[in-house]
DNA sequence: CAAACAATTTAGCCTTGGCTAACAATCTTC
DNA sequence: GAAGATTGTTAGCCAAGGCTAAATTGTTTG
């Protein structure tokens, strides 16, 4: 939890209006934290999840192709291999295909069904492809599971 | 631009399955930019956003609350501060309340609306408050004006 | 009005995730 | 099978955004 305790700066807030009134202190704090935590993983997520595409369409992931997909430098793709190793996400033998471990194999499992709900939802929702595709690679990292079973359930029910 | 030009790693895709095929390597790699670039923008407009909703609701912002509402060390927020500052979004004199500048009001107002619209916008489609509220935070960034206003139409025809 | 407490700032550290440039390995092609 | 192109790695740089600890300034209160 935060280590950063409310001291006597506010009032009590009665949190009466709740319209566009302030959150109560902790739960203010615990929206940013729950931003900052997501933005920890966010990037390894895509990563992995990138990497499981490609397995998939292509049978093998490069890091050249990561780096296009990315337009990031090859460089950049080959340091971040080396802690998607450490985190025991993917096996990489030097200047050959990646794969991804078991692990990395779940999260990329979960990856994909996350984004591929919020980008449905989206179309459902009346948003063109193209937009709907780089909104819903933003917004995949902040979508909690709650919420996510309800984008599921309107993509259902307004299915064209 | 990308200065990562595709190389001739990957065939050109046509694209057919539209379903989980992967996308056009440069429209793939837009996705990714845009969302590298919306998480430069972010926490400064979550600070500026806030300071925003501080002078509103309290009539001062100090650097103590931001730093509880953000659950943050003090002098996390005011180096920021200074990069706000920098920025030409905020005045401050030293070991006072800050102010925002005609841009920082303006900055203001926009993430206001749009978090606003994002919040409404779970609501009713059923989330309930505290994960609504959690969720906003973390996607308002990614949300696209195009989104937002279908959001929006979406929210008012749903009122309850 | 001085002491204690609260708030702010500064200095200096760390990790992440970008980059370029130089080098190493692999693959292709003649 | 060697040359040249492509791919991958390493080294070293930078900025951002966290942190702690220590110094400074403001405020409150006995």
Known sequence: ????????SEPATAYHKSGDALPP??????QYETVRNAHETELIEDYVELIGDLLRHRGEARA???ANRMAVSQATVSKMIRRLNELGLVTSKPYRSLFLTEEGQK?????????????????ALGVDDSTARIDAEGM???VSDK???IMQRFTE???S
């Open 140 to 142: 995949e990292h902040h």
């Open 107 to 123: 999260m990329a499992e979960i990856s994909r069904t996350r984004h591929n709900v919020v980008l449905h939802f989206l179309r």
């Open 157 to 159: 029910q307004h299915q």
């Open 1 to 8: 939890m935060s280590d950063y305790p409310q001291q006597h």
């Open 147 to 149: 919420t996510l079973a």
């Open 25 to 30: 202190v902790e739960q203010h704090a615990q």
């Open 64 to 66: 050249a192709d990561i």
